[in-house]
């Protein structure tokens, strides 16, 4: 079985200030992990993604992630928030293992920019 | 390239109705996902369809029911509908699906409203 645990339901940061989303997962097989962001009314948008390549994983729009085995997290971080990084954000878990899990998403963490 | 296509967009429905939901997967993506997504329970799996074969099934009622045609299109029914089941339910393509890690393209969803 997977897990994802999204350890904030809100964050809010100052526009320029950087950006830290807490996202630690258990799974009992090599996990690909994802972040996805959802803005509203639209569908979710794939960030980046880790399949167990490099540790640290560079995506789209300044966001990069980083795979850390031995605490089972990975947090999504930019050095700088952009008014238009309010969205929420899903990190997501997927097993090679089979079984009727398909993606598994965390409970999603609202960012909020603040002007 | 189109993106995935879901149909329609919006709908509303009384209690005990039935419906079905639209999704036309990107080109040359042979998996569908189905996901629901509430304010209390988040984003979960459905199930997941890969050339015509329902391959994954989360844990839901046997009221939740699909299919997927020999050109990916996949359709998602919902009978005896209930207040609990008013939704966005978000279609996901990719070329081979979550058992295979790879990166799922989501379409915007369809938002179901039961009365």
């Known amino acids: 079985a997977q897990s994802v645990t999204q350890l904030d339901s809100h964050v809010s940061v100052s526009e320029g200030t950087p950006v830290l989303l807490r996202c630690n997962y258990s799974s009992s097989y090599s996990p690909s992990l994802f972040w996805y962001v959802q803005h509203p009314n639209k569908g979710l948008q794939l960030l980046l993604k880790y399949t167990s390549a490099a540790t640290l994983v560079k995506g789209i729009n300044g966001f990069e992630a980083e795979f850390k085995k031995s605490e089972t997290s990975f947090h999504l971080t930019k050095p700088s928030a952009h008014m238009s990084d309010a969205a929420e954000y899903f990190c997501?878990?997927?097993?090679?293992?089979?079984?009727?899990?398909?993606?598994?998403f965390g409970k999603g963490t609202h960012l909020i920019i603040q002007p | 390239k189109a993106g995935v296509t879901q149909t329609p967009r919006y709908l509303i429905k009384t209690r005990g109705q039935q419906v079905t939901l639209s999704c036309s997967p990107i080109?040359?993506?042979?998996?569908v996902s189905w996901y629901q997504q509430t304010p209390g329970q988040g984003l979960q799996f459905l199930f997941e369809y890969f050339s015509e074969t329902q391959r994954n099934k989360g844990n839901f009622p046997g009221r939740f029911s699909g299919r997927q045609f020999s050109n990916s299109r996949s359709e998602m029914n919902v009978s005896t509908l209930e207040l609990g089941d008013s939704a966005l339910y978000l279609c996901?393509?990719?070329?081979?699906?979550?058992?295979?890690?790879?990166?799922?393209?989501f379409g915007q969803g369809t938002r179901l409203t039961v009365v």
């Open positions: 997501v878990v997927s097993g090679a293992g089979g079984g009727a899990d398909g993606l598994t």
């Open positions: 080109s040359g993506h042979r998996s």
């Open positions: 996901a393509s990719s070329r081979q699906g979550a058992l295979k890690n790879t990166e799922a393209f």
